[in-house]
Structure formats: C-alpha cells, structure tokens
C-alpha cells in the first residue's frame, strides 16, 4: 500500500451553505474506504479501493506506478492462474511510429486478425478483432461502401479482387482523443494512441468520432482463455480488459518499445506489413514513403494517419 | 508501368540510376553499392552463415551479405554432393532430369534449365552470371542478376518479410523462402475464418 492513500485525505472547506449532497456522498465513500484500508483488509480489497481513488495514469508517480502495476499484475495471475508481467514501457525519445501497408501484395488471408487476437489478449467470445481486411474490387479501387469484410473463399486472393486490412491509423490529429470526455485516451510522445482501459468510461464517443471503424467496445465480460492469454502486458496496451470499456490497435506497444516488429508484421505471410521509425532516413517506412505510390485513407478528414497504404508493384 | 512511376523519383540518386541501368550484373559491379545500405545490415556474426561486408576475392570488391533465414531446402537434399560429386560426368544440354521429379520448372524455363544457377563442378554451390560460386545462403545474389529493382527493394526492406527488431538485427527471408525459385509465383493461401457478423454476436 502506497502512502499516499493512507495519509489524511485533503477535505475542502465547507462552504457557507454546508456541503451539497453530492460532495458529502463523495466524503463519505473516501471516509469508508479510507476506514477499510487502515484497519488491514485484503489485497483484492486494496486494489478495488485504489482503482476507486486513482489518479490519471500521466499524473501517477513513478512510486505510485509501481504500486499500480503490481496490484494489476496480482489480479491477473490470480485471473488466468499463471504468472502474468504487466510493464508501463515509456517512449523512447527520437522515435515517431509509422506503419506502412502493401495493398498489392495483401492477399486476405487474415493471418494478421488471429496473429493480433493472440497477442493482444482480444476476446474470444464475443469476439473482438482490431483488425478488419476489406476485400474490394480492383476494378473498382478502394470504395469502403462496397467492401466486403466477410468474405469466404476457398483460397486467396480471389480473381479481381484486393484487400485492404484496416486497424487504428494512429492519426497525428486524432478525433477520438479530442472527444473523450474523460482524457482516457491520448496520443503518446512516439505517436501511438493509447487507452486507459481502468479510465475508460465506456462513453464510446471515441468509436463514433474514429472515421476508421478502428475502436471496438466489450459489450460483454471478454473470455480468454488460460492457456491462450499472453502474459507479457502493457498497461497501455494488451492487458486483458474489463467490460464496458474501449479497445483498439496500439501497434503492439508491448512489443515495439522494446524494439520489437508488431505482430501483424511478424505473421504476414507475404511481407506486406512494414513498420519503423518515421524520423529515421535510414527505416525501411522512410524508403517507402520517399519512394513508392502511398495511398492515405480518408486523406480528406485531415486526419493525419502514421498508417500509409501503397503499391509495391 | 508502377515501377516506373517509382523509379522515375529515384533517378537523381546515383544508386537508383546504377540499378537500372547495370541490374544484371548487379551482383558483380554493384557491390560499392550496396555499400550505401550498410545501415539495414545487422552487425556482423562469427557464427552461421556469413552476413555484413565481406570481400569477394573473386570480383575484387566488397559485397554486403545480409542476416537470412536458413534456405529452405527439401528434406534430406542436402548437400547435394551426397550423390554429386565432381569428377561426375556433366550434359549440358538442357534435359529433363529424372531423378528430380518432383521440380517443375516454371520459371522462364524456355531459356533457363539447372545448371544455369546450380553448378556443375561443385553441386553445393549456385554460381553467378560470371561463374562465381555463392553459397545458397547468398542466394538472392543469384535473383537480383535478373530481378535488379527487387533486390533493391528487398535489401532497403521494402519487398519481402523481416523479423526481428524494427530498431536493430532483423532477419531478412532469402527470395526461395518465399518463392520457390523453380517455380517462384505466390501460391495461394486458405484464408482465415471471416469475423463473425454483428447479427451473431451474443
């Protein structure tokens, strides 16, 4: 237990007209909690007790985060019965995300979908996918209206078609943080956009702001099972999360903070996954934006993607 | 049509220029080159396949080798100087081959036959163009002779698939992990299972 929850509580003074009924059920649940604590309860009852009075995850002390992450990493190893690491990576200074996608070598075959559910500590049931791959006419070219995300060949790519896999695009001027209402979610130093999963209110203002189609809500309990679940975590990231709350790609922050590929690029059959640093000249992403045809999606919003789409061929 | 539009941007730097122009003998004349793409290149090894700036003796210059998978090869098929060996006697005029059926060669096979990119003389060697041996780990040597602007991808890691760290040593795959290089077209793939309509959630 940190000290800050068991050192006298700052009570504003009351005003002239006594405390609203609001403030005084406020103090009564901190004076309640407090009690509990002091007088020695469990840790499951510390944890619930800190989760109800924490602080934003950026406000939080490098003390208090210590404290934070080994509560949760408690309850997930208790959870899923085995030893579960949970780690809040900073940004490394210098460094600018960018994702670049092959739309001429893509062939559907979904890999990266069921590659990020394992990684990413996705539900199984219901079912949650960060990744959508649209299948689209390439007569046509990329028209969403007609695209197809349920296609069900025998084999890909099928004739005429191509495939536009679509996740979070980590834009620079991201809408979805601009609506949250509670700043449980932000774009990080190195460009990711993350969640707070123990911040989200599940307001799901973000989902309806995302142009992208990229943030999924846990309408149910998400199940994951035991054996499946992967026990090298991110707070920010792909900590198994509670219901009610928001997810989304964070291009496997667990993974490229500690100089990893993501996972979508490491599973990809064909190579038509890239990934590096933007403000790198030498990166494999700088050589492809400088040098190859680059589609942005939805360009027109001025959303600013990290996420290019172009044509190798 | 697209490797133009591509290219046509590269043309004031003298590698791209270089490539287009030589991408045939790339591997023999471009290897100063290749220099110019060190950064890409993990740091060098003692052990395993060699990989960093080595010297070609042969050529007289300095070629860049690059991390790479192990070469796929068929179970048990190596080396092949377990059945040839090199006083063997040698017909070079382009056959079929009866004791390996099971290639079919797709691969310009109007102009290509075996021993253009296997060796006679040494059958655990690839030779190049000029007669060099290369190793079947230095394969993509080989390719780029013909495929130049995509081995000048695949070594700025735009064409194929890396692993590792995006940050620091990456395995490069060989062009044959991908292609087979008797019959090098993209195979289809059984895709995964479509993601359930929101109907079907429950």
Known sequence: MSDHTAAPLPVPA???????????????????????TTAGCSAADKLAYE????????????EEMKDRLAGLEKKYSEQYGKSVKV??????????????????????????????????????????HWITVLEMDKEEGVNLQNADAFYDHETVPAPGKFYMPVACQHCENPPCTKVCPVEATWKEKDGIVVIDYDWCIGCRCCIAACPYGARHFNWGKPVIPKDELNPVTEYLGNRPRQ??????????????RKGLYPKCVEVCPVGARKFGNLLDPESEIRYIIENKRVYILKEELNTQPKFFYYYGL | MFFRVGSLARNRSMWGRMTRMRAVRLAAAGGWAALLLTAACGPVQEKGPRFGNVVDSAAKTTVTLFPVAPPPFSDGIFPCSQCHGPTDK??????????HSEIVLH???????????????????????????????????????????????????EHGKRTGSWSGAKQYLLCA???SPHSPHFKPLKPKAPPLRQEAIR
């Open chain 1, 51 to 62: 989760e109800f009075v924490q602080k934003h995850f950026r406000d939080l002390t490098p």
């Open chain 1, 243 to 256: 219901r009610g709350v928001v997810e989304k790609c964070s291009f496997c922050i667990q993974r490229v």
């Open chain 1, 87 to 128: 780690s809040a990576t900073p940004p490394i200074p210098g460094v600018l995300f960018g994702y670049a996608l092959d739309l001429s070598r893509c062939i559907g075959c979904r890999r990266c979908v069921y590659g990020c559910v394992e990684e990413n500590n996705q539900s199984r049931n219901p079912q949650t």
């Open chain 2, 90 to 99: 040698v017909n070079r005029t382009p056959h079929v081959v009866d004791f």
């Open chain 2, 107 to 157: 691969h310009d096979e109007k102009n290509r036959w075996c021993l253009d990119c296997h060796d006679a003389r040494n059958r655990d060697k690839l030779h190049l163009a000029d007669g060099r041996l290369i190793d079947f780990t230095e394969s993509y040597r080989l390719c780029g002779q013909c495929h130049g602007p995509t081995l000048r991808n695949w070594k700025a890691g």
């Open chain 1, 14 to 36: 009351p005003p002239a007209e006594g405390y609203s009924r609001r403030e005084a059920l406020v103090m009564g649940l901190f004076a309640l909690a407090a009690a509990a």
């Open chain 2, 177 to 179: 992990s991908c292609h």
